[in-house]
Every structure is written in structure tokens, then in C-alpha cells.
């Protein structure tokens, strides 16, 4: 069957360090990947777009790596901030779905100060 | 980006009633996607909503409990017919431009069942 898994436990953090979101996908062959974070009571916010063909792709604080072949993405915060504190969603996009995005059920992040 | 704005952003409703939530959008978008986000749970996409074509809806949502109207480019409505204890949720838009774009969501309408 189809899955997509994130760390289901909530990721506690010191401010300072690099926190590190897992997001595995099984019998799925997305064209994209993507990483939403969602604060209670919001939508969810467009942080990054990787490509099958890239490896990784960086902005600012937030580095996403995509391995196809390990069918695992990672999504890493350096020089975490308590205002980074939230959930954090991948999402595939699967090439022959249209523009459909297939979440999976996010992590929860905190970083204390 | 696309501001999008939803109404409304929460409302509590009795059994066996429809409430119809409206999507607004600052600008012309092609595609527009509605959610619903169960309490601790992920995104599940209901349909896909391009103007000017009937909705497409995904398995397990039909348009009979869901039906949804894209008159313009700018705007979109859900409606949860009849609905139940099981139909409280959030329910979400977002708009995207494309396959290999994001997409930009409005904060969701929290409905309740009672």
C-alpha cells in the first residue's frame, strides 16, 4: 500500500541546535516533494520545492535533501529559534495525479530557549 | 503570493443541516484544492476545483455530500451537506498555479457537529 511517514513522536530541541525531520514514502513515485509548516489554528505555508532530480536545495536556515532511491526526504533547521516551534509536513506530488499534493501526517516541533 | 481568505472560520452546526464555505482569492489563480484536516490527523484533499470544469473529487468524497462550485478565477465554494458528527473537521482551501508550484492556503474553517 501506499504510505508516507513522518517522525509520529514530537521533536523536542535546544535553541541552537539543528533539528532534522524525516519524511519516508513507500510505492509512490513523486515528481516533487514538498515541506508546509503549520502553526495551530493556521493553513499551512509553502517553505520548499525539491525536485526528483535534485538532491538538495537550501534557503536560508532550511536544507531539504531528497533521495529517491532511499524513497526518504530530510528536512533540516540549523541555528534553531523557539519561533521555529511547529508542525512540519512533507508532501508529494505524484506525476500522473495532476497537481494533487498527498501530505503526510507531520511532525511536531519544539525548541525551547 | 495569493492571499486567500476563507468564511467562515468557524461555526458550530446542528445534525442533518449544509453550511457552505466561501473561498476568496486576491488574484487569478487556475487551480483550487479543498482539505480536510480531521483533529491531529494530515491534509486529505476532498477535490480539485478548475474553473470552468465540474470538480474532480477524490475516493471516498462524492459530490452529493460535497458539492462545490469555481464560477470565476477568483472564487470557490464547499458545501457539507447533511451533515453528521463525523463531518467535524477543518476544512481547507488552497490555490496553486501548477504541478511543480506550491500552494498557498487560507486558515481553514473549523466546523463543528453537534
Known amino acids: 500500500s501506499q504510505k508516507i511517514e513522518q517522525n509520529s513522536e514530537a521533536l523536542n530541541i535546544q535553541e541552537g541546535k539543528t533539528a532534522t525531520l524525516t519524511c519516508n514514502y513507500t510505492n509512490y513515485s513523486p515528481a516533487y516533494l514538498q515541506w508546509y509548516r503549520q502553526d495551530p489554528g493556521r493553513g499551512p505555508v509553502f517553505l520548499l520545492l525539491i525536485r526528483e532530480n535534485e538532491k538538495e536545495k537550501r534557503k536560508e536556515r532550511l536544507k531539504v535533501t531528497f533521495d529517491t532511491t532511499l524513497k526518504q526526504s530530510l528536512f533540516h533547521i540549523t541555528a534553531s529559534q523557539p519561533a521555529d516551534s511547529a508542525t512540519y509536513l512533507c508532501?508529494?506530488?505524484?506525476?500522473?495525479?495532476?497537481?494533487?499534493?498527498?501530505f503526510g501526517q507531520g511532525t511536531e516541533l519544539s525548541v525551547k530557549p | 503570493s495569493a492571499v486567500i481568505s476563507q468564511k467562515p472560520s468557524r461555526d458550530i452546526c446542528q445534525r442533518g443541516t449544509s453550511l457552505t464555505i466561501q473561498c476568496q482569492v486576491d488574484?487569478?489563480?487556475?487551480?483550487m484544492f479543498w482539505y480536510r484536516q480531521q483533529p491531529g490527523q494530515s491534509l486529505t484533499l476532498i477535490a480539485t476545483a478548475n474553473q470552468g470544469s465540474e470538480a474532480t473529487y477524490e475516493s471516498g468524497f462524492v459530490i452529493d455530500k460535497f458539492p462545490i462550485s469555481r464560477p470565476n478565477l477568483t472564487f470557490s465554494t464547499l458545501t457539507v451537506s447533511n451533515m453528521s458528527p463525523e463531518d467535524s473537521s477543518i476544512y481547507l482551501c488552497s490555490v496553486g498555479e501548477g504541478a511543480d508550484q506550491p500552494q498557498h492556503f487560507g486558515d481553514g474553517t473549523r466546523l463543528s457537529i453537534l
Open positions: 508532501a508529494l506530488l505524484i506525476y500522473n495525479q495532476g497537481g494533487k499534493l498527498i
Open positions: 488574484s487569478q489563480v487556475t487551480m
